[in-house]
């Protein structure tokens, strides 16, 4: 049995309160999505038209302000996440959706090439109504083009936790080759990722 008073301390976890950050600008949207490591997931989005910036973070698990060597314990159940602000007039979240399907297996449960782990697992995070059902369909729709069974979790998005500065734009940044790649819009260079 427990008393008023006890009840009065319970406090929710921030981590799984829903993602109410708001874009920097009025008319951009907000977009989240998993689809293994993020490095090479930001550079696919930093190079779509209508995208005006891209984060990488984790969302979607337990802990409170992770980082980036807690979130490899697998121990938090975060994922590695691209948060995207959009313009909606100029990229539709079906674009977005698009370079989503396109840009990682979403057979694999919990991997993606040779990274393996909670973290890089396949989601959807959304925003909005809109963007679940936008989100189902385009489920359904991929589903019927591929064999193997798609295991991406459509959710909605969490808290986002911005990752360690070193992780943002890394591939633009050169990574640890300092190997730049191009992140100018419409560019269709092959990405390589260093995961």
Known sequence: MTSNNQESKKS??????????????????????????????????????????????YSQGQAHDPNYKLVCTGSTNHAEVVRIQFDPNVCSYTTLLDVFWKKHDPTTLNRQGEDAGTQYRSGIYYYNEKQFKLAQESLEARQKEIKGKIVTEILQAKTFYKAEEYHQQYLEKGGPNRSKQSADKGCNDPIRCYG
């Open 12 to 57: 929710t976890n921030p981590a799984l309160e829903p993602d109410l950050d708001t874009p920097v600008d009025l008319g951009l949207e907000l977009a989240q999505f998993a689809a293994g490591c993020f490095w090479s997931v930001e550079l696919a989005f930093q190079r779509v038209v209508g995208v005006v910036k891209t984060e990488v973070g």
